[in-house]
């Protein structure tokens, strides 16, 4: 994160959801937990043939990307924060969680994510 961004940051300005986890996470396995999650939350946004840059995660600091999609676990939830500041791109990120990984507030048990890997590769 550059220290630009950090400058620029406004506090007031994102967006936070959490949902419950299914079941307890091992500490040495929430970082490839989180990642295998981001892998195929970036796919699903591809899939949605979305122009927007941050799908495919441009390098430039002026242009949103994904790594302004924060996901961690904590007490047993999922907390996804968007420090995108367009409301809209925010809820549609969420709605796409909400969508494919999330059964009454909670994090689905299977998520089908090969499924969704190979749809993405094509």
């Known amino acids: 994160m550059s220290i630009k ?5 406004n ?3 994102f967006k936070m959801r959490s949902y419950d986890m299914p079941n307890k996470i091992e500490e040495d ?5 989180l990642w295998y999650l981001k892998t195929l939350l970036r796919c699903l946004l591809k899939l949605k043939n979305l122009q ?3 799908v495919l995660g441009s390098g430039k600091s002026s242009i949103p990307y994904i790594s302004r999609i ?3 676990i904590n007490q047993n939830k999922l907390i996804v924060i968007c420090l995108l ?23 689905t048990d299977m998520i089908s994510g090969d499924e969704i890997i190979r749809k993405c590769a094509k």
Not at 29 to 33: A, D, S
Not at 88 to 104: A, H, P, W
């Open 70 to 72: 924060s996901l961690n």
């Open 11 to 13: 506090p007031k300005r």
């Open 29 to 33: 396995k929430i970082v490839n937990y």
């Open 5 to 9: 961004y950090i400058i620029n940051f």
């Open 52 to 54: 927007e840059r941050y």
């Open 85 to 107: 500041e367009d409301d809209s791109t925010c809820d549609l990120i969420f709605k796409v969680i909400e969508d494919e990984f999330i059964r009454n507030n909670k994090l």
